[in-house]
Nanobody
């Protein structure tokens, strides 16, 4: 089992920034592709960003490209999501997830482990 714990969510005004963190334990962190997903009320969970096992490759949803940045520190078993220029439509519960896949994947069904989520609210 891998345990994932997100932190860093909160309330921010439109145009502001937040940095989410996800601390992993229980498995070899560097063996997993890591992803961030989000779910707004009444909507399906959607892909936000993912990062390769080494951190050399990243992939973003079009809706966040240029505003969000995913990174990881394998020495600290932590993945981050830097969110800039936040918009009210970014309001959601944000989840980190891990997959044993060797390539970056945006499909939530293939992710093996999930955190409990952290709320991000962007006011207009």
């Amino acid at each position: 089992q891998m345990q994932l714990v997100e932190s860093g969510g909160g309330l921010v005004q439109a145009g502001g920034s937040l940095r989410l963190s996800c601390a992993a334990s229980g498995r070899t962190f560097s063996s997993y592709v890591m992803g961030w997903f989000r779910q707004a009320p009444g909507k399906e969970r959607e892909f936000v960003a993912a990062i390769s096992r080494s951190g050399s490759s990243t992939y973003y949803a079009d809706s966040v490209k240029g505003r969000f940045a995913i990174s990881r520190d394998n020495a600290k078993n932590t993945v981050y999501l830097q969110m800039n220029s936040l918009k009210p439509e970014d309001t959601a519960v944000y989840y980190c997830a891990s997959t044993i896949s060797i390539v970056i994947i945006a499909t939530p069904d293939v992710y093996n482990y999930w955190g409990q989520g952290t709320q991000v609210t962007v006011s207009s």
